[in-house]
């Protein structure tokens, strides 16, 4: 008898040159996609964040009015570390986030601000895999960015969008989603595992009140352990997953 064979992971494309991540918290990209997108910046690729929320109900000990100022900032200074200026804020309240309409049509407008070609969201379905139930949020906000993708590109499903000056944006060839159980490319994590440890760190306050580890050993492992894993599918290299669905 045969050992079953793993299946391999594909390369991410490479003809790109905008990218947009949407996501529901501060931290979703940092826990485990920050090494893709520190190499696509040092390659001079355009990376812009936009996050549903403040996260400012993530933090047991602190007050939503202190929170979500503060993981702002974290945020910001996570972006940075891998190489990204533009971060923006839809302003959904945390951990409430609604899918419908008025998610769809904030995420399409900031496709057509952006007007990317790859958009990067995190795991939509119900689990991450096995009995790991994903939150609300991320599912809310991982569907309505894939719907989004194709809501950017028609004038006539948020037509208000287009009087306020954002022509319609067709150009999004794929939506890669980060976290998902059910993966089909990959990045190798080498070049930008570094600064993706330095990114997750700059949210000390959340990692703090998660963990009585110290914080960069934490951060390390947990990242370290995360691409070394999908590195099994990718050629033995450490590794960000990703699922790809293209348009
Ligand atoms: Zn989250």
Redesign the pocket.
């Known amino acids: 008898m045969s050992e079953p064979t793993i299946s391999q992971l594909q390369p991410m494309p490479g003809d790109w040159q905008r990218a947009l991540a949407v996501?529901?918290?501060p931290?979703?990209l940092e826990y485990g996609c920050s090494a893709a997108v520190a190499a696509w910046t040092d390659a001079g690729r355009e990376v812009a964040y936009v996050l549903a929320t403040r996260g400012e109900a993530g933090i047991d000990t602190l007050e939503p009015a202190q929170c979500g100022p503060l993981r702002e900032r974290e945020q910001r200074a996570s972006a940075a570390a891998v190489g990204v200026s533009a971060v923006e804020f839809l302003g959904h309240q945390d951990g409430v986030i609604e899918y419908g309409t008025a998610l769809r049509r904030d995420i399409a407008a900031a496709i057509r601000r952006h007007r990317p070609e790859l958009v990067i969201t995190?795991n939509h379905r119900d689990t991450w895999g096995g009995v790991g139930w994903n939150?609300p949020?991320?599912i809310a906000v991982g569907r309505a960015t894939l719907d989004a993708a194709a809501d950017a590109g028609n004038r006539w499903i948020f037509p208000e969008l287009t009087e306020r000056g954002l022509a319609p944006w067709n150009g999004v060839r794929w939506v890669a989603v980060a976290g998902s159980s059910t993966p089909t490319h990959a990045v190798d994590a080498r070049p930008g595992l570094e600064r993706a440890v330095r990114s997750l760190l700059e949210h000390r306050t959340y990692i703090e009140a998660l963990t009585s580890e110290d914080p960069e050993t934490y951060v390390r492992e947990f990242l370290t352990a995360t691409a070394t894993t999908t590195g099994e599918r990718f050629g033995g290299a450490p590794a960000v997953a990703f699922e790809l669905f293209a348009r």
């Open positions: 996501v529901a918290h931290d979703d995190l939150t949020d991320h």
